[in-house]
Each structure stands twice: as structure tokens, then as C-alpha cells.
């Protein structure tokens, strides 16, 4: 089975790991598929559902944890009251990876600062962030609003993303921004939200051929793949261009699955000739992939991410990082299974590196 021959790592017959998962049943149904738990079974590791809404002190009493996974809420981290737990397991159970570090990647501001100024050097390649402003979603008229625009420094067209990432569909609206009476309709939107109001980031948008590409870290263990993505918007049209477009997950789907959707709904003309861009994209350098995620785990300290990279299609050698997010959904990638598999077994093994500190801040 390919899975089985694309696992780098030995195991010992005698050797077994207890590793928990805690996350909602969404997330444990899109990466816990029974070929991930049998292959982690087979390589010693046997996977265990910690249940989010109870304290973990009660759960599984004869069970030790080598090591625990997560996607959760504060609200969860709360429930499962953890810190009591590692107050009596902190010695010998890791927790991967601490919610104080993963919160700043549900902020988009402190999510880019981790890939600004990176000091990364594969041939000419350089890796940054596009130009992002917070702006004031309550400056919605007259001259506070002009000035705003004004002093952001921002070009149109720009995407209007809510400011924070925190896993929620909300989370995932964006919206391109054409032009001021565009930003001005979002904002009077989001203004008649009342209380769901969100504060938002202008980001601005980059042409780059309509692909992304979407890093896959796993503590060493890294991989890369292509996204479908926004189609470019040639400047002339760029500037007759008004108002406002939704859009929401728009690089979820893997290209076979777009590939089987496009053809299942019979599409063919520009949806075909979009895929085969996607086919025809060249991937960026790997080692500018390895430096890349290698710096993110740095500067971060957190183990389970992905990050969304496009490549300017003014300039092949410039890549802007456009998203970072926390424990994506890796069963997305093929032959996941030795993926994570070797990645838990480097946890359970304790190489250095994939320790996180302590496990500190794991109720803040
Ligand atoms: N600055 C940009 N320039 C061009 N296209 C962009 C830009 N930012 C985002 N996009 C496009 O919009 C998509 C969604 O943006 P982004 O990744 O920020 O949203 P998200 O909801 O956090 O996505 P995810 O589902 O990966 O969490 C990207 O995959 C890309 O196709
Ligand atoms: O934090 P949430 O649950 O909103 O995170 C999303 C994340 O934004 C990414 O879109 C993941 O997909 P990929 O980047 O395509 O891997 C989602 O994965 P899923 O398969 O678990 O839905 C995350 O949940
Ligand atoms: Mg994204
Ligand atoms: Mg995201």
C-alpha cells in the first residue's frame, strides 16, 4: 500500500504510544478516518478520543498520555480544565501546541507578523506579506471616511478580511473591494451587524495566477500543494471595476476535487482552462518551502499549521504569505497517514525540537 511505503519511520514491535485527540466531532470526522487510525495503529501509536466537554482528570483514568492533539475554543480548553490535568501528567504527557501561541495565529495581524521580514535565502527568492491595514469600521461617511481610506496607503482592489481567524464560518467571509463606495458598502454592512460586528483588514489583493499554494508543516515533516485561487484582475479592468464580491473558501478543495466537481456539473470553457493553470504552475523552490515552514516554526513555536503562499505574477521571485491556520485539514494532502504518523512518533519520542516549552500558557 503506498501509504505504508512513504513512511520514513521504523518502529519497534514492543514500542506503544497513547496519544489523545481533542476537537470537535467536524474536525475528528475530516482527519480521524479509519486509515489514519489503523496506519498510526500499525506503527505503534493507538489514537484516543478525549471527549472536549468534560475535565480530562475524569477521562480515561487508566490511560497515560504520551502525547495530546487539539483544535479547540477557549470555551473547550476550559471544559477539559488541562491544567489541572498536567498538573499531575506535565512530566510525561505533551501537550501539542500551547493555546496562548495558537491565538496569535486567530488575529490576521499577528498571524503576518511571524512571516514579515523573513530572512530566507533560496537563490533570488524573497518570502513576505502584502500590505494590510486595520481600518475603523465605524468610519463609515463623509471626511473621516475619505481621510481614513486616504491615510491606510492602500490600493485598490483590496480584500476586506475579518480581523480575526478564530474557526468560525464568520471567520471565512471575505470580501474584494473594488473601490471607496465598495469599502463604504462593506463597512455600512458590517456597521448594520450591530452586535456581530467584526473588525476587519484591508488586505491588498496581489495577482498570481489564480494559484496558491498551501504548505503543510507537521513539527519536520513539511509539504506543499497547489490551491485553486482568485483568477487575476488585469489592471485596466482593475480600474473599471466597482463595488464589491463575496467569496468565501475559496482554496478548500483539493484540485481533484474541483477537477471531479467541474466535471460532474458538466463545466468545461474557462472552468477547464483555470484547473490546467492550476496543472501548469510551476512549484515554487523546495527548499525555500523547508526554509520557509523551518522559520514559521521558529518563530511561531507551534508544530501543526499550514501556510498559504502566492507568487506575484509581476515578479516570479517574490511569494507573499497570505494566511496562516492552526491545525488545517492535512487529511486534504495525499498519503496523510505516514504524514502525521511519523510526525506523532517524533513527539512520542521526544526530539527535542517538537517538544513545546513546558506546555506553558496552557489555560491563559
Ligand atoms: N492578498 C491576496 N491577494 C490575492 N488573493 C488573495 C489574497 N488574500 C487571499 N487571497 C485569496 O483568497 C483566499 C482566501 O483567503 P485567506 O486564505 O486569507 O482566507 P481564509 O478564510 O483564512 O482561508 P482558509 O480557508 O485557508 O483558512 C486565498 O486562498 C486566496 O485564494
Ligand atoms: O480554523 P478553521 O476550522 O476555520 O480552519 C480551517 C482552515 O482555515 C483551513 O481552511 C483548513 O483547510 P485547508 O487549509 O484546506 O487544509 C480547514 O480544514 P478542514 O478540512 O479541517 O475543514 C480548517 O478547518
Ligand atoms: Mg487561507
Ligand atoms: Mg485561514
Redesign the pocket.
Known amino acids: 500500500m503506498p501509504q505504508e511505503q512513504a513512511s520514513q519511520t521504523q518502529t519497534h514491535d514492543d514500542e506503544r504510544y497513547i496519544i489523545g485527540y481533542a476537537m470537535e466531532p467536524k474536525k475528528i470526522q475530516n482527519l480521524l478516518k479509519p486509515s489514519l487510525i489503523e496506519h498510526a495503529r500499525k506503527h505503534g501509536i493507538d489514537l484516543i478520543p478525549i471527549d472536549i466537554n468534560k475535565p480530562l482528570i475524569q477521562q480515561h483514568p487508566n490511560l497515560h498520555f504520551h502525547c495530546i492533539i487539539q483544535k479547540l475554543q477557549p470555551k473547550h480548553w476550559d471544559n477539559l480544565n488541562l491544567h489541572q490535568y498536567m498538573s499531575k501528567h506535565g512530566t510525561t504527557t505533551t501537550i501539542i501546541d500551547p493555546p496562548h501561541l495558537v491565538r496569535k495565529l486567530q488575529n490576521?495581524v499577528s498571524m503576518l507578523e511571524f512571516a514579515s521580514n523573513l530572512p530566507l535565502s533560496v537563490q533570488n527568492a524573497t518570502v513576505g506579506v502584502?500590505y494590510q491595514a486595520v481600518i475603523d469600521i465605524h468610519k463609515t461617511s463623509g471626511d473621516d471616511f475619505e481621510e481614513m481610506v486616504t491615510d491606510s496607503n492602500l490600493r485598490f482592489p483590496v480584500?476586506a478580511?475579518p480581523l480575526y481567524?478564530d474557526g468560525t464560518m464568520k471567520?471565512?467571509e471575505?470580501c474584494l473591494v473594488f473601490d471607496r463606495e465598495g469599502l463604504r458598502e462593506t463597512l455600512n454592512k458590517n456597521a448594520a451587524a450591530g452586535s456581530t460586528t467584526t473588525p476587519v483588514v484591508l488586505?491588498?489583493?496581489?495577482n498570481?495566477g489564480g494559484v496558491?499554494f498551501k504548505v503543510y508543516v507537521a513539527g519536520e515533516h513539511v509539504r506543499c500543494v497547489k490551491?485553486r485561487?482568485?483568477p487575476d484582475i488585469p489592471e485596466e479592468k482593475a480600474e473599471t471595476l466597482k463595488g464589491t464580491l463575496k467569496?468565501?473558501?475559496?482554496?478548500?478543495f483539493t484540485v481533484q476535487d474541483d477537477n471531479g466537481a467541474k466535471s460532474n456539473a458538466g463545466h468545461n470553457g474557462d472552468g477547464a482552462n483555470h484547473l490546467s493553470n492550476i496543472e501548469r504552475a510551476e512549484m515554487p523552490e523546495e527548499n525555500l518551502i523547508k526554509e520557509l515552514a523551518r522559520a514559521l516554526r521558529e518563530r511561531t513555536g507551534l508544530n501543526m499549521f499550514n501556510v498559504?503562499v502566492?507568487r506575484d505574477a509581476k515578479d516570479c521571485t517574490r511569494y507573499?504569505v497570505?494566511?496562516i491556520?492552526y491545525f488545517?485539514g492535512y487529511a486534504k494532502l495525499p498519503c496523510y497517514e505516514p504524514f502525521i504518523t511519523d510526525f506523532l512518533l517524533d513527539c512520542v519520542r521526544n526530539k527535542p525540537a517538537f517538544v513545546c516549552e513546558e506546555n506553558q500558557g496552557m489555560n491563559e
Open positions: 490576521r502584502p480584500i478580511k481567524a471567520s471565512h471575505l488586505q491588498e489583493f496581489v498570481h496558491v490551491r485561487s482568485l467569496f468565501s473558501q475559496i482554496s478548500n498559504d502566492i507573499l497570505i494566511d491556520n488545517p
